[in-house]
Nanobody, 122 residues
Framework: QVQLVESGGGLVQAGGSLRLSCAAS?????MGWFRQAPGKERDFVAA????????LYSDSVKGRFTIATDNAESSVYLEMNSLKPEDTAVYYC??????????????????WGQGTQVTVSS
């Protein structure tokens, strides 16, 4: 069983930056970030495979967001730059221990954090 604890959300003006962190209680194969705006489905944002640092991004954040993991491979970070009002959502950290390809489906992650609110004002 892996527990995930997120931190770093908040309120920022458009064009600003925020950094989200997620600490895992155990080793994982892959960690990612999803987000959910009110009335919308939970969408994939980014993912990273801990062992080889391979990354995947959604088109909506590519070039603005960067996902990274620490040397212990127990934490994942999401550096968010050039934030837009449409980035406003609850951001969830996700992880899985099953080996395989890098993946973006919410049903492919078995562990989830509690979520952290990111609000971008215009």
């Amino acid at each position: 069983q892996v527990q995930l604890v997120e931190s770093g959300g908040g309120l920022v003006q458009a064009g600003g930056s925020l950094r989200l962190s997620c600490a895992a209680s155990g080793r994982t194969f892959i960690m990612g970030w999803f987000r959910q705006a009110p009335g919308k489905e939970r969408d994939f944002v980014a993912a990273i495979i801990s062992s080889n640092r391979r990354t995947l991004y959604s088109d909506s954040v590519k070039g603005r967001f960067t996902i990274a993991t620490d040397n212990a491979e127990s934490s994942v970070y999401l550096e968010m730059n050039s934030l837009k009002p449409e980035d406003t959502a609850v951001y969830y950290c996700a992880a899985d221990t099953r080996l395989g390809a890098i993946r973006s489906g919410a049903n492919e992650y078995g562990y989830w954090g509690q979520g952290t609110q990111v609000t971008v004002s215009s």
